[in-house]
């Protein structure tokens, strides 16, 4: 697929894409007139780069887990330094965090939901 088309597909602009191919996390071929083409896998790619992006990885880290997330049960990673852990520990330790302030969050919102459609029954 070209580069306008995955980028409809995932909702990410081409400039963003170009950008996450020039970080390593999206590889492209080129067709004969040099347009970048891209397989139709890097759907689901492009959306676990935005949600790692999102939950605040920096791109150097997504770029050393991203084979991981190919093949999550099998997980090699011969290269991890403590400092490469630590910091996956810390993302990890803040993820929860995040996880848990929006739960919460929508629990509220949730529980306000439901009580102004109770008050707010047709007669």
């Keep these: ?3 306008g ?4 597909l995932t909702g990410t602009s081409r400039r963003l894409l170009r950008y996450y191919e020039e970080q390593g996390l999206l590889a492209s071929t080129r067709a004969a007139n040099g347009y970048r083409e891209y397989d139709e896998r890097f759907v689901d790619r492009v959306r676990q780069i935005r949600g790692l992006l999102d939950a605040g990885l ?3 880290i997504i770029r050393q887990i991203l084979p991981c ?3 999550p049960r099998i997980i090699h990673f011969p290269d991890a330094t403590p ?3 630590a910091t996956l520990e810390h993302e990890l330790s803040r993820m929860t965090e995040r996880i848990e ?8 919102i949730a529980e306000y939901l439901a009580a102004v459609r109770s008050c707010a029954k047709p007669s």
């Excluded at 088309?5 to 409809?8: D, H, M, R, S, V």
């Design 58 to 60: 920096p791109t150097r």
């Design 83 to 85: 400092e490469m852990l």
């Design 5 to 8: 088309e995955l980028a409809a």
């Design 1 to 3: 697929m070209l580069i």
């Design 69 to 71: 997330l190919d093949k």
């Design 101 to 108: 302030f929006l739960t919460r969050n929508r629990n509220a």
